[in-house]
């Protein structure tokens, strides 16, 4: 019997490929979406610093009571409106997007999307 790989595994070769050729700087730090099960993530990081400059999720206070869930598409906008918003407040404009191993589609792409309508160049 033929054992089927692992989808966490795929998804770790993926972005341990995309992580060897991003790298955000002090111009252009990476942008890091997580996506779980109930939540979005978003980071934007400076790794020659290996320092986080702003972070957002769907838990954050900034959002709390206007999702229903944290785990959809609306959410994701939201949180993609966000980090814009927040990076675009402490100097940050352009960013190198890092999807971590996942699908440019779905919730990955509406917080790509709503961060490039929130001022982000990426």
Do not use: C, W
């Amino acid at each position: 019997m033929i054992k089927k790989p692992d989808r966490k595994a795929i998804r770790a070769k993926r972005r341990q490929r995309l992580r060897n050729k991003l790298r955000g700087t002090a111009e252009r730090p990476r942008l890091n979406v997580y996506r779980s099960l109930n939540h979005i993530y978003a980071q934007v990081i400076d790794d020659d610093k290996g320092v986080t400059l702003v972070a957002a999720s769907s838990l954050s206070p900034e959002l709390k009571g206007k999702l229903e869930t944290g785990g959809n598409i609306e959410a994701a906008k939201e949180v993609g409106k966000l980090i814009a918003k927040k990076a675009l407040d402490s100097g940050v404009k352009k960013v190198v997007f890092d999807r971590a191993g996942y699908i440019y589609h779905g919730r990955v792409k509406a917080l790509a999307e709503a961060a490039r309508e929130g001022g982000l160049d990426f």
